[in-house]
């Protein structure tokens, strides 16, 4: 073997790569033009049609959502009044004169509350024992692959599931019932509660694989300590994975005020009809209404409300609601990065 080269005082060695090979001093092969730095130039062809393929995906990616937020807005100003956030929708068939869309914006809301606090203790429930439990094993299979088959399933197949189930006389006092007690399988409650199969998968998944990232060592620190593992999962675990459930619950409420198949067969109307003769707050969940995905739908130029102008209009504030509903998130997250000293 020949002899190293006579170093310079003061002169620091070249940095060689795992095979003996000199580095420049950034690091990188300077020699072969194939390191990190390397130009695209040097590269064979079809690493180059790789590169302009990301390339032209991420850029048609930004290109297609630009447009529908600026399309959307451009509409959505065009069209939107105040008066028809805060008015209910005309009680005839057409939409075209009068009305506006208070109560599908009400029955949004609804929904969506109703779906996440029946799918978020859920699905903290089961991610929290598949990770840290997880016995028997067979058992946590089957788990994961009922809820991937949950998350596999069309909304309007869930919507026919709930149909029926909520036509059972048993689940009668949670549906609209007719006057000589027929059971309708309609109200917000049924809705919600198929809504929140939607939003299950993606809080499930999202808290699983939060769980998963945590090291070890904060595990072992807080059993050192002596906390008990029920301890360490409520004081450590849970409060930092908190970004991954609000990506989840991001993910989750999208889906819910994204379905319409569900709304168009649950609740089956334009204005909210509270059950007569029940209490307020139960009335109002056991009654029928809308949602505004339906709402879309009913007054877009494919269906029959003859307002388009007011589908745009909707379509804007549901819009609006997604896009400030993910910047919180964004925030949250970043805020539980800085406090965690992650940036």
């Not at 020699?31 to 062809?45: F, K, T």
């Amino acid at each position: 073997m020949s002899a190293a080269p006579p170093q310079i005082p003061g002169q620091q060695p070249p940095k060689r790569s795992r095979l003996g090979r000199p580095w420049g001093s950034s690091g990188q092969r300077d020699a072969s033009g194939r390191g990190r730095r390397s130009s695209p130039m040097s590269w064979r062809w079809g690493d180059r049609l790789v590169l302009v393929a990301a390339w032209g995906a991420g850029l048609t990616l930004c290109v297609i959502a630009a447009a529908i937020v600026l399309y959307m807005g451009f509409k959505g100003i065009q069209y939107l009044r105040p008066e028809l956030i805060f008015s209910h929708p005309s009680s005839s068939g057409s939409q075209a004169h009068e009305g506006g869309f208070l109560d599908p914006l009400i029955g949004t809301i609804l929904l969506t509350v109703i779906g996440v606090t029946l799918a978020l203790p859920l699905a903290l429930c089961s991610a929290v024992w598949i990770t840290e439990y997880g016995r028997p094993s067979w058992l946590a299979r089957v788990v994961e692959s009922t809820i991937e088959i949950v998350a596999g399933t069309p909304n309007i197949v869930i919507a026919i599931f709930g149909l029926a189930v909520f036509q059972l006389s048993l689940f009668a006092p949670f549906s609209f019932t007719s006057e000589g007690g027929g059971v309708y399988g309609r109200s917000f409650i049924a809705a919600g509660s198929m809504m929140s199969l939607l939003a299950l998968p993606p809080l499930y998944a999202a808290t699983r694989d939060g769980l998963q990232s945590v090291p070890g060592h904060m595990r072992e620190a807080a059993f050192a300590l002596g906390k008990t593992r029920i301890t360490t999962i409520r004081r450590v675990l849970i409060p930092s994975v908190r970004s991954n459930i609000g990506t989840g619950l991001t993910l989750g409420i999208s889906r819910i005020i994204g379905s319409t198949a569900i709304v168009l067969l649950l609740l089956g109307g334009l204005r909210t009809e509270p059950v007569v003769g029940a209490l307020p707050g139960i009335g109002l969940l056991r009654g029928t209404g809308s949602a505004l995905t339906s709402y879309i739908y009913e007054n877009s130029p494919a269906g029959e409300g003859g307002a388009p102008q007011k589908a745009y209009a909707a379509a804007f504030v549901l819009l609006i609601f997604v896009l400030l509903l993910n910047m919180f998130v964004d925030r949250s997250a970043r805020a539980q990065a800085r406090s965690m000293g992650y940036v």
